[in-house]
C-alpha cells in the first residue's frame, strides 16, 4: 500500500539506498544489534502507520494526568511550551527549564522509578504530575499522551526526544518511534524536533522514516556535547555515553516540516 501524500510518494524512490546506509561504527557502540543497516521493513511499516489512522484505546492514567496538567498548567494561556519526551530523571527538563525561562518544560516519561530518583524529597511525586516554576515533570505513556497534545491542538515550540529506548533487535522495529503507530501523530504535533541517540541505525532510520513522511531532506549528524571542560551533556544517558567515548548523533526536524506535515495531514 503506498502513501496517500505525493510529496511522500516522491521521496519513496530514494529510500534505503546511497547515503541512508548505515556503516559498521555502531558495533563500537553499546547499542548491541543484529541489524546491520536501516531496517529493510521501515518504508512499509511506516506507509501502512501513514495510511491508517492508529486507532489503539487511550491509555487511561495518562488521561487522568493529562487533565491535571490542563487544570493546573493552562497550556492554553498562550505561553509557549516544550516537551523532553522520555525524560528519565527529568535532569533534562529541570536543565531546559533554566536555559527557557519564558516556556513550560514539560518532562514526560512513564517509569515512576526513574522520575522519583530526582525527585524522591519533593512533595507531589506520590502524585502523577510535579511542578516547579515553568519545570512540569508528568507520569505518562507518550503514545497518548501525544495523541491528546494533537486532538487538542496544542503545539511545543520544540520537542527533545534525548536517548530513546533503542529496541535494537530487528524483530522490535515497530517499538522504535520511527516504527510505531504513533509516529505520524508524532511529527503532527508540531515544533522542532530534535532526537537524539547513541546507535547510528537508528538516527538513520528516525531520518529517513521523517524524510519519507514529509517530503523533506532530513538527515542524521553527528553530535558532541557543547562546551569544552566539563562538556555540558543535556541528559544522564548523553553524559553515560559520552563520558564512555561513544559516537553521539542526531536529527533534527524543523518547525516548518512539522507543520507542512501536520497541514497534510489533517486534510486526508
Ligand atoms: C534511555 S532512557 C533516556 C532518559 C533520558 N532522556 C536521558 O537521556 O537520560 C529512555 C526513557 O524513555 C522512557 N520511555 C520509554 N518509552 C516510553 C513511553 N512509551 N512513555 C513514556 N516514557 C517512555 C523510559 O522510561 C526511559 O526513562
Redesign the pocket.
Known amino acids: 500500500m503506498g502513501c496517500k501524500n505525493a510529496r511522500c510518494r516522491k521521496s519513496e524512490s530514494s529510500e534505503l539506498t546511497g547515503s541512508m546506509a548505515a556503516g559498521d561504527s555502531v558495533n563500537a557502540g553499546l547499542v548491541r544489534t543484529g541489524q546491520n543497516g536501516v531496517h529493510p521493513r521501515l518504508g512499509q511499516y511506516l506507509r501502512r502507520h501513514l495510511d491508517q489512522p492508529w486507532s489503539q484505546p487511550l491509555h487511561r492514567p495518562t488521561i487522568d494526568t493529562y487533565r491535571q496538567l490542563q487544570d493546573e498548567c493552562s497550556l492554553a494561556g498562550g505561553r509557549p511550551f516544550m516537551l523532553?519526551?522520555?525524560?528519565?530523571?527529568g535532569?533534562?527538563t529541570q536543565q531546559l527549564a533554566v536555559q527557557y525561562p519564558g516556556h513550560l518544560v514539560i518532562g514526560?516519561?512513564?517509569?515512576r522509578v526513574?522520575?522519583a530518583k530526582r525527585l524522591m524529597n519533593q512533595d507531589g511525586m506520590h502524585q502523577n504530575l510535579f511542578r516547579h516554576e515553568n519545570c512540569i515533570l508528568l507520569r505518562?505513556?507518550?503514545?497518548t499522551?501525544w495523541r491528546l497534545l494533537v486532538r487538542d491542538s496544542y503545539i511545543p515550540s520544540k520537542q527533545?526526544?534525548?536517548?530513546?529506548?533503542?529496541w535494537p533487535k530487528p524483530g522490535h522495529l515497530q517499538r522504535r518511534w520511527h516504527g510505531h503507530p504513533v509516529f505520524p501523530c508524532l511529527l503532527a504535533l508540531g515544533g522542532e524536533i530534535e532526537m537524539?541517540c547513541n546507535w547510528e541505525i537508528y538516527a538513520l532510520e528516525f531520518a529517513l522514516a521523517a524524510s519519507i513522511a514529509s517530503g523533506e531532506p532530513i538527515t542524521a549528524r553527528p553530535y558532541r556535547p557543547p562546551g569544552s571542560q566539563p562538556r555540558r551533556s543535556?541528559?544522564?544517558?548523553?553524559?553515560?555515553y559520552f563520558e564512555r567515548g561513544q559516537p553521539l548523533f542526531a536529527v533534527t526536524v524543523p518547525r516548518h516540516v512539522t507543520a507542512a506535515f501536520r497541514r497534510a495531514w489533517y486534510k486526508q
Open positions: 523532553d519526551s522520555g525524560c528519565g530523571t535532569q533534562s514526560i516519561d512513564r517509569s526513574r522520575l505518562a505513556e507518550l503514545s499522551f527533545f526526544l534525548l536517548y530513546p529506548n533503542p537524539r543535556a541528559s544522564p544517558f548523553e553524559h553515560k
